[in-house]
């Protein structure tokens, strides 16, 4: 897994994310069409019986913080220079904050949003990393809430996954300004993956037998 903004030729950077060929994730387009045609919608990804089962599975959800989660995170964010990292945890109603370096919050109730506000969602609907360069621009993000209430501009995430594949969460790096520019600015990004690649394992070990 790696996290990665890529540049065009031209110089200009974009985010590399799988989504249908209209721009958007294909669960996304299906809903819409339902809605549209008054049939029955499919539930959102997030909302599947076998990834929930998998996610409390892992016993992490409402956990406290642990050192050897929190040592992934802030490796993350130093090494790609960003000023949040956070492994998440998802399940039909809220994105849980395993680890969450840049905010200071303990509480559960304060390590946490709705799955509707986070990025995540879009982790767990295209079944693969999302990014975004800038959010306040991206027509699939610019009316989320948390782009106003915590700032976020940059985003990019790559799954967090259970034995057998499924989405639990994401490990995700998040900034202030929009990232991109000259690849020099991301080569760091090569450093950090030793990190991306040890917290499925991690998850793993948390996991019931």
């Given at each position: 897994m790696v996290i990665r903004w890529s540049s065009t030729p031209t110089g200009s950077s974009r985010p590399v994310v799988r989504t249908s060929t209209s721009g958007w994730p294909a669960w996304r387009v299906r809903r819409s069409v339902c809605a549209a045609g008054?049939?029955?919608?499919?539930?959102?990804?997030w909302?599947?019986?076998s990834r929930l089962d998998a996610v409390r599975r892992t016993n992490?959800?409402?956990s406290a913080p642990e050192e050897s989660f929190d040592r992934l995170t802030d490796a993350a964010a130093s090494l790609l220079g960003t000023e949040y990292a956070f492994v998440t945890i998802v399940d039909e109603r809220r994105s849980y904050w395993k680890s969450c370096r840049g905010v200071d919050a303990v509480a559960v109730e304060d390590r946490q949003n709705p799955v509707e506000e986070s990025f995540c969602q879009h982790v767990v609907g295209l079944d693969d990393g999302f990014a975004v360069r800038d959010a306040r621009l991206d027509p699939r993000t610019r009316d989320?809430?948390?782009?106003?209430a915590m700032g976020v501009i940059a985003w990019a995430g790559e799954p967090i996954r259970s034995r057998d594949g499924l989405v639990l969460g994401s490990f995700c790096v998040l900034g202030s300004e929009p990232r991109g520019g000259h690849s020099r600015r991301l080569a760091g990004e090569?450093?950090?993956r030793p990190a991306v690649r040890a917290v499925p394992s991690r998850v793993a070990r948390s996991g019931a037998p």
């Open positions: 008054r049939l029955r919608m499919p539930p959102p990804p909302r599947r019986q992490l959800l409402d989320n809430p948390s782009v106003e090569h450093r950090a």
